[in-house]
C-alpha cells in the first residue's frame, strides 16, 4: 500500500518569526559549525536547495526576519532576491 509522503519540512509563523521544521532541516543546522562561514553558506545552500527559502518567500518572509531552525535563529537574507522582481517583467 501506497501512503502519501510527509513533507521534508513545514513553516509557520509565530508572531514575527518564521518556524522551520522538519528532521533533516533540523539536523543540519545541529550538525553545522555556525562559527565557520564556510559552513554557514554551504548550510544555505542546502536549505535553498530544499525549498526552505522558497516557502519562506511564499508566506511572507522578508529580508531580516527572524528563522528559527533547531532552536538556532537566523536572519532571513534570501540568496535569490533578484528571481522574485524577475517575474513581474
Request: proline letters at 4%.
Given at each position: 500500500m501506497l501512503?502519501?509522503?510527509?513533507p521534508p519540512?513545514?513553516?509557520?509563523?509565530?508572531?514575527?518569526?518564521?518556524?522551520?521544521?522538519?528532521?533533516?532541516?533540523?539536523?543540519?543546522?545541529?550538525?553545522?559549525?555556525?562559527?565557520?562561514?564556510?559552513r554557514v553558506?554551504?548550510?544555505?545552500?542546502?536549505?535553498?536547495?530544499?525549498?526552505?527559502?522558497?516557502?519562506?518567500?511564499?508566506?511572507?518572509?522578508?529580508?531580516?526576519?527572524?528563522?528559527?531552525?533547531?532552536?538556532?535563529?537566523?536572519?532571513?537574507?534570501?540568496?535569490?532576491?533578484?528571481?522574485?522582481?524577475?517575474?513581474?517583467?
Amino acid at each position: 500500500m501506497l501512503r502519501p509522503a510527509r513533507p521534508p519540512f513545514t513553516v509557520r509563523r509565530e508572531g514575527s518569526q518564521f518556524i522551520v521544521a522538519g528532521r533533516n532541516v533540523e539536523r543540519w543546522v545541529a550538525e553545522t559549525d555556525l562559527e565557520d562561514a564556510r559552513r554557514v553558506v554551504e548550510l544555505q545552500r542546502r536549505l535553498v536547495k530544499a525549498g526552505v527559502e522558497r516557502t519562506l518567500s511564499e508566506m511572507g518572509a522578508r529580508r531580516g526576519d527572524e528563522v528559527v531552525i533547531a532552536g538556532r535563529v537566523f536572519e532571513f537574507i534570501p540568496e535569490l532576491e533578484g528571481d522574485i522582481n524577475d517575474g513581474s517583467a
